[in-house]
């Protein structure tokens, strides 16, 4: 993607693991258009303050950290990651709605192809959500709570996700309310935890620094103004909305003709609803897990041949 600026800050975490900022810089700064041309890379100093905002995915770090000794270069690693979570999300996918065509339109689609090209940690990220669901629809209730626990790890904003699932394995009485609460517990903890490694600058700072402005985020005021808050949601969903509509098209389609998916389609609304509050961005690619878990039950409540896979 001409545009992706997030992976040249992931390959500077790679590299600070064994190199200074000050000897990465120039490195990163020069490596493409995209990064000479960012206000935001203009000196050593803003580059470390920029990196706390990426570290909060420490175990996509250290996936492409592990690929990278293999003998490809970071950006090379980067993309392999992102290609073969985009292929595995495929292989998840088959076996779930036992349609190849439809999982090859699926999966095609703009909205969600397009995290098999970008440099960031969505791919991996979406491919372990849709991995856990499937676990957790065939009742494999240990896998799918640890894999939801482990993508936490690779997008922290996953909590969210993890404590509407537990909800709805409490409320179905899969999960006793006890251990539902532990594990809500452990998801708090575990996002705090990281956060805190990470150095991260808090919600306020994040949100004004992608929505009001400020080019550095290190020097963030740490409040929101109603009014700012209000303008940003505006926006986003001026934006967001017309991606959205198909994918609420199909959530409909999948609800009136199939009951055995409501649950599922409603953790999705509730957790798009309650990310896109948090963090009302345009871009979709934070949702691709929801219109993968959208499409597979509009599929699985259209097409016969699904009942072989439930």
């Known amino acids: 993607m001409p545009d992706d600026f997030d992976r040249y800050i992931y390959e500077a975490l790679v590299r600070s693991r064994y190199q200074s900022v000050e000897t990465i810089y120039p490195i990163i700064k020069h490596e493409s258009p995209r990064a000479e041309a960012s206000a935001v890379l203009d000196s050593p100093t803003h580059l ?7 570290a909060i995915r420490p175990t996509y770090v250290d996936v492409l950290s592990l690929v990278s000794r293999s003998g490809f270069s970071i950006q090379q690693s980067i993309n392999l990651v992102s290609a073969l979570s985009f292929f595995r999300i495929a292989i998840v996918l088959l076996p779930w709605t036992c349609n ?12 969600v192809l397009v995290i ?12 372990i959500v849709i991995a856990a669901f499937w676990a957790l629809t065939q009742d494999r209730l240990v896998s799918g709570m640890s894999l939801l626990i482990l993508s936490l790890w690779i997008r922290s904003d996953n909590a969210l996700l993890v404590i509407a699932a537990i909800g709805w394995l409490v409320w179905k009485r899969k999960l006793p309310t006890v251990w539902g609460s532990l594990l809500a517990l452990l998801d708090i903890a575990m996002v705090l935890f990281i ?32 009014l700012e808050c209000v303008r940003a949601f505006a926006t986003g969903l001026q934006s967001l909305g017309p991606q959205l509509a198909p994918w609420i098209l199909l959530g409909i389609v999948a609800w009136r ?23 009302p961005s345009p871009e979709g690619r ?23 896979a439930q």
């Not at 190849?100 to 909205?111: E, F, H, N, S, V």
């Not at 956060?195 to 020097?219: D, I, Q, T």
Request: hydrophobic share 45%.
């Open 48 to 54: 470390r303050q920029l990196l706390p905002l990426y």
């Open 100 to 111: 190849p065509l439809y999982c090859a339109l699926l999966l095609i689609t703009p909205a």
């Open 116 to 127: 098999g090209r970008l440099g960031t940690p969505d791919a991996l990220s979406a491919l």
């Open 195 to 226: 956060h805190h490694e990470a150095g991260n600058y808090g919600w306020a700072a994040l949100f004004r620094y992608s929505f009001v402005g400020g080019k550095y985020p290190a020097e963030m005021p740490s409040h929101v103004s109603m």
């Open 257 to 279: 003709k199939d009951s055995r998916y409501r649950e599922i389609l409603t953790v999705v609304v509730m957790c798009v609803v309650a990310h896109f509050l948090l963090y």
């Open 286 to 308: 934070y949702f691709v897990w929801a219109y993968l878990l959208t499409g597979i039950a509009c599929i699985n409540s259209t097409d016969k041949n699904s009942d072989k």
